[in-house]
């Protein structure tokens, strides 16, 4: 079984930088892929991007192409998602989720972390 736990949110001015973290327990964790998921008030939980379990292929939400990358340090058990040139829009709780498929879709993620909130201000 693996917990997820979220960190690294805060407010930031538009054009500013954020890294979250998703910091993982159990010892399968390398083995599965990990989602970025974000849900802004009054708004369906969108997929942001995922990761394999390797680290070696990502796939991003067109949103945030070019802006935000994602990584992971299987050794420290860690996913990372580096949110650059942020935008209002981006405002939201960010939520990372494991999954056993190579999937956006959000019902095929489990897991789920407690999220942690960015807010991005004008």
């Known amino acids: 079984q693996v917990q997820l736990v979220e960190s690294g949110g805060g407010l930031v001015q538009a054009g500013g930088s954020l890294r979250l973290s998703c910091a993982a327990s159990?010892?399968?964790?390398?083995?599965?892929?990990v989602g970025w998921f974000r849900q802004a008030p009054g708004k369906e939980r969108e997929f942001v991007v995922t990761?394999?379990?390797?680290?070696?292929?990502?796939y991003y939400a067109d949103s945030v192409k070019g802006r935000f990358t994602a990584s992971r340090d299987n050794a420290k058990k860690a996913v990372y998602l580096q949110m650059n040139s942020l935008k209002p829009e981006d405002t939201a709780v960010y939520y990372c989720?494991?999954?056993?498929?190579?999937?956006?879709?959000?019902?095929?993620?489990?897991?789920w972390g407690q999220g942690t909130q960015v807010t991005v201000s004008s």
């Open positions: 159990g010892r399968t964790f390398s083995s599965y892929v």
């Open positions: 989720a494991v999954s056993s498929l190579w999937t956006t879709r959000r019902e095929d993620y489990n897991n």
């Open positions: 990761i394999t379990g390797s680290g070696s292929n990502t």
